[in-house]
């Protein structure tokens, strides 16, 4: 059974709290317990880090959130907030499978993604839009015979949703990607499909191709049948972000402003890539550790002035 480690009391004024294990079925017993703690005096300022899945699930959990969602599991609602997992945000991918000549060139131990093409799709108002990933091997399983190379959409006017499953801390939420149902996103990464299938027909790289798998060749690519691949089947570049959106108070749809503080529930931070308003033109791990960053720095700096501690 996994537990939150003892709360303890940063300068008697912020709760910090260990969880050991899996967050899911931690952190929500160690959010109430920083409330109840917080509530009788003993804490200011409660700071949620658990990442784009996992905070929304225990915002939800704790009886923040949309009230439809929270009603729905029977959870006692606290603050109804909209913003609170309906605003999804992550690149989609679609990756262009080939069958390697020499299979010895493809190595598993090796970092899948080791080169990246950043460009703008024509048109775009928005700069490096789009990106095309060359992994060493494919990692869809099977013979290590084949390689990939993903066309990833970078910049998303779609979204996607996160829900609770159930009440129960042990469930995972639901994921809803919802990727590329908007027409401006399934457009782009169509472009940016088309401009990876040319990569693979041009040399040195079809030299090394004996055939590409996937999309199949033999049936008509036209725009409308790679766009129903680009809904039906692209995959998450793993980048989930904006679950708790930062944004100004008269956005109903924000949940933070900008130092992570929430707009409806005094005392509580949001501090990971939850908070970001829409994911990021690149990978998301540099602007995590940034967010974690300031806000550690605003604690430490200016924490009577902006956290009350």
């Known amino acids: 059974m996994l537990v939150p480690a003892k709360s303890r009391k940063l300068n008697a004024k912020a709760s910090v709290i260990d ?11 160690a959010l109430t317990n920083a409330y109840a703690e917080a509530s009788s005096g003993g804490a200011r300022t409660i700071i949620l880090s658990a990442g784009a899945l996992q905070s929304p699930a225990i915002l939800m959990r704790s009886g923040i959130g949309p009230r439809d969602e929270l009603e729905r599991h029977g959870i006692e609602l606290l603050r109804d907030i909209q913003g609170v997992g309906t605003r999804l945000s992550d690149h989609p991918a679609l990756a262009v499978v080939c069958r390697a000549k020499d299979p010895s060139l493809l190595d598993a131990d090796q ?12 048109g775009s108002a928005f700069r490096n839009d789009l990106q095309i990933e060359a992994f060493s091997f494919s990692p869809r399983g099977g013979p290590l015979t084949n390689f990939a190379i993903a066309a990833v959409l970078e910049q998303v006017h779609g979204t996607g949703t996160l829900r609770l499953a159930s009440a129960d801390p042990h469930a995972p939420p639901v994921v809803e990607q919802r990727f590329c149902e908007d027409e401006r996103d399934r457009s782009r990464l169509v472009a940016c499909l088309r401009d990876t299938i040319a990569f693979v027909k041009t040399k040195p790289l079809s030299d090394m191709v004996v055939e590409q798998t996937f999309p199949d ?12 691949l680009c809904l039906r089947l692209s995959a998450s570049g793993f980048h989930p972000c904006a679950t708790v959106p930062m944004g100004p108070a008269s956005d109903q749809g924000a949940v933070v402003d900008q130092y992570g503080r929430c707009h409806s529930v005094e005392g509580l931070v949001v501090a990971d890539a939850s908070i970001m308003p829409t994911v990021t033109r690149a990978n998301t791990n540099l602007t995590s550790i940034m967010i974690g960053e300031m806000v550690g720095e605003w604690v430490r700096t200016r924490g009577v002035e902006l956290y009350g501690l």
């Open 19 to 29: 969880i050991e294990g899996d967050v899911n079925s931690a952190a929500e017993p």
């Open 217 to 228: 060749p033999r049936r008509a690519l036209s725009d409308e049948s790679l766009g129903d």
């Open 111 to 122: 970092p899948i993604v080791q080169t990246i093409l950043r460009y703008t799709a024509p």
